[in-house]
């Protein structure tokens, strides 16, 4: 079946500073993928949607200058988290979505920022 | 806009004892209602699509069925492996977004 690379799986970072969050798709070719962000016991909330070699669009109250995501190939998809504070803590998950697979999840990153 | 209705948000059952989650939708048009378990710290994990009212999927001890208004997830004499979240989720005719329920939190006890 599909799977999803999602790396890291846990972060810590310092206020001020950015993160990185890297999803792949190992074994097929992700025609869109998804970001989302999950607080404890509640649900995935959509925070963007990208296509290869096209802006993401962001869902509204989204900030986009803060949530950098660059979806440079077919495969992979990043997720900029600039200067960090501690309210962006939270588990962040992505998603990926082929004609054949469906959507497929990443296992998620949770990120602590202190 | 879409809605997603997940009840109850927490079930306790006993080993062997069957029950049933509910995934209750609003959406202009429905391409496809998706059932997704997760654990906690984990991403999560593909159960079921469902397309069209009337179509039913099984795997193992969980059965999904669908109407228009609605989606139950059907546990069949569940074991403590079973406990966890359950997501549901629907994709409109329209776009590619799914939009997620609230999800109901399973624990099984032995």
């Known amino acids: 079946g599909a799977v999803v690379s999602q790396h890291p799986s846990r972060v810590i970072c310092k206020s001020g500073t950015s993160v990185k969050i890297e999803c792949r798709s190992l074994d097929f070719q992700a025609t869109t993928m998804f970001w989302y962000r999950q607080f404890p016991k509640q649900s995935l909330m959509l925070m963007a949607t990208?296509?290869?070699?096209?802006?993401?669009?962001?869902e509204q109250g989204v900030e986009k200058d803060k949530f950098l995501i660059n979806h440079a190939s077919l495969t992979l998809s990043t997720l900029t988290v600039t200067s960090a504070h501690p309210e962006d803590s939270s588990f962040y998950i992505c998603?990926?979505?082929?004609?054949?697979?469906?959507?497929?999840f990443g296992s998620g990153t949770r990120l602590t920022v202190v | 806009e879409d809605q997603v209705t997940q009840s109850p948000e927490a079930l306790r059952l006993q080993e062997g004892e069957s029950s049933s989650l509910n995934c209750s939708y609003t959406?202009?048009?429905?391409?496809?209602l998706f059932w997704y378990r997760q654990d906690p710290g984990k991403g999560p994990e593909f159960l079921f699509t469902?397309?069209?009212a009337g179509e039913e999927k099984e795997k193992e001890r969980l059965k999904a069925t669908l109407t228009k208004k609605e989606s139950f997830l059907h546990i069949t004499a569940p074991k403590p492996e079973d406990s966890a979240t359950y997501l549901c989720a629907v994709q409109e005719t329209s776009g590619s977004r799914l939009t997620f329920g609230e999800g109901t939190q399973l624990t099984v006890n032995p």
């Open positions: 990208s296509n290869e070699g096209s802006k993401a669009t962001y």
């Open positions: 959406v202009s048009g429905l391409r496809g």
């Open positions: 469902l397309y069209s």
């Open positions: 998603s990926a979505r082929d004609s054949r697979y469906g959507y497929t």
